[in-house]
């Protein structure tokens, strides 16, 4: 056992020497940074409500900073008493402005009269970046999960196809439902191949339910997913066609993470 003991005590000895020793002639301010100074912002007087730097998408009053995602027309969904609600027939919508990685707010609401069941029950979406038209992009799925199984990587607060959420916190229909979301964008080389991935942190309701996920491509309905190169893009809210009542939204919020 000699030699099993020494080697143990020659271990310990170089972890020794390879940890770090303060020298009397050390200061705590050297090790005190200055600079850059975080700029101040302001918080709303809710967690809710936006910090003094976020551009604010929807306020209830307009959808001014929304349009149609297949024709670039007025987005044609409807508001009313401070609410965003889903048409349909309108098609997709997305934001006028393009983002790279940001912190996202937003709330929505199935309706108390939802009917359907599985994916057929208020179903929507939010694409953290919307590549394309149609469901082109990454989608972070809007639905009733309230007492309403389905596959699971599809229910409420998952990466579409992608990412089970982990918890399902979900309101019961009527309830008004948050998202808190910090999406990285993907990086893309000058040949179009993957510098970095996305990834995603959302909290449901104040639960977390994605935590730094990183994302293997875009959504896809049939198959796996895959990314292609894109540089910024808008932020899309889905009109999707199943038969229930239209889902709302309300104070929608985004802060840029990135120059």
């Known amino acids: 056992m000699r030699a099993p003991l020494a080697l143990f005590a020659g271990a310990l000895l ?31 007087p809710t967690d809710a409500a936006p910090p003094s730097d976020a551009l604010v998408l929807f306020g209830g009053k307009d959808l001014g900073h929304w349009v149609n995602t297949n024709n670039k027309a007025p987005a044609g969904w409807t508001v009313a008493n401070g609410v965003m609600i889903v ?61 309403n199984p389905t596959y699971v990587n599809g229910q409420a607060a998952s990466v579409y196809k992608q990412s089970i959420p982990l918890a399902n916190a979900m309101r019961p229909p009527g309830q008004w439902q948050s998202y808190d979301v910090i999406w990285t964008a993907p990086k893309f080389n000058a040949d179009g191949s993957l510098k970095s991935p996305a990834k995603i942190t959302a909290l449901h309701n104040g639960v977390l339910v994605q935590n730094d996920y990183v994302l293997t491509g875009e959504t896809r309905y049939i198959g796996k997913p895959f990314y292609k190169a894109h540089g910024p893009t808008p932020i899309k809210l889905q009109a999707h066609g199943d038969p229930s009542p239209p889902i709302s939204f309300r104070n929608i919020w985004v802060r840029r993470l990135e120059p």
């Open 14 to 44: 170089m972890a020794a020497a390879a940890t770090p020793v303060a020298n009397a002639q050390d200061k705590p301010q050297d090790t005190e940074v200055y600079q850059p100074v975080p700029p101040v912002v302001t918080p709303g």
């Open 87 to 147: 048409e349909k027939k309108a098609g997709n919508i997305e934001t006028r402005e393009t983002f790279g990685s940001f912190q996202l707010h937003l709330e929505w609401r199935v309706p108390k009269d939802v009917t359907g069941s599985g994916q057929g029950r208020g179903n929507s979406g939010v694409f953290l970046a919307s590549t394309g038209a149609g469901d082109a992009g990454y989608e972070l799925q809007i639905m009733d999960s309230y007492n």
